[in-house]
């Protein structure tokens, strides 16, 4: 079945240091991918998405592209913040378009 | 954006007891809501999807008779956690599709989350 392989955490960063959260899918077909974020005591938001091979979903600095290839939508950043601290999840959409389905979740600690 | 609202937030209870969670589309009619629970440093695990009018639809393991859902409305889903058990203590999180279809655009949008404690 359809699932998300995300790296374990935690990360802990510097402020101003570049992050990488690795995720890798396996899916039927070309599924649209997603990062939410979970900051803490808050429910889940979108940060951004992709729904076709190729793809770059960008907001708030975080970047992913979509890459077929690899099967892979890993989250990058170039210069972290405190603020940036929080869980980071990746998903798919199953091909039915009913349902998400998330990864682990990874979580993100920057310090000043 | 679309605004979904869970309540409680928070909800500690006695084992045997049974406890519900109210997930409402505040701006929006959803014709359907979701249901999932995350357990502590794991992903969140989808339970059931929940259709405005109809039987939920159970993921495979998760107990109907234990978990009950009930849409009732175009805008309010409820989660009851039958004859609770230490082993429930979760939490649990709706999300709810605005309606009109999912397409290709993926967004769904969360609600706080509802964290149960079952002692």
């Known amino acids: 079945g359809d699932s998300v392989t995300q790296m374990e955490g935690p990360v802990t960063l510097s402020e101003e240091a570049f992050l990488t959260i690795n995720c890798t899918y396996t899916?039927?077909?070309?599924?649209?991918l997603f990062w939410y974020v979970q900051y803490p005591g808050e429910g889940l938001q979108l940060l951004l998405k992709a729904t076709k091979a190729d793809d770059k979903g960008s907001n708030k600095g975080f970047e992913a592209t979509y890459r077929k290839e690899t099967t892979s939508f890993h989250l990058e950043k170039g210069s972290v913040q405190v603020s940036d601290s929080a869980v980071y999840f990746c998903a798919l959409l199953n091909q039915a378009g009913t349902a998400l389905i998330f990864g682990k979740g990874t979580t993100l600690s920057v310090s000043s | 954006g679309a605004v979904v609202s869970q309540h409680p937030s928070r909800v500690i209870c006695k084992s045997g007891t049974s406890v519900k969670i109210e997930c409402r589309s505040l701006?929006?009619?959803?014709?359907?809501m979701f249901w999932y629970r995350q357990f502590p440093k794991q992903s969140l695990m989808l339970m059931a999807t929940?259709?405005?009018?109809?039987?939920?639809?159970?993921e495979q393991g998760v107990e109907k008779d234990k978990f009950l859902i009930n849409h009732a409305s175009l805008t309010l889903s409820t989660l009851t956690v039958t004859s609770a058990h230490p082993e429930d203590s979760s939490f649990y999180i709706c999300s709810a599709r605005v309606q009109g279809g999912f397409g290709n655009t993926g967004e769904l949008f969360f609600g706080e989350g509802s964290r149960l404690t079952v002692l």
């Open positions: 929940s259709n405005e009018g109809s039987k939920a639809t159970y």
């Open positions: 701006d929006f009619q959803a014709t359907t």
């Open positions: 899916a039927t077909g070309y599924p649209s």
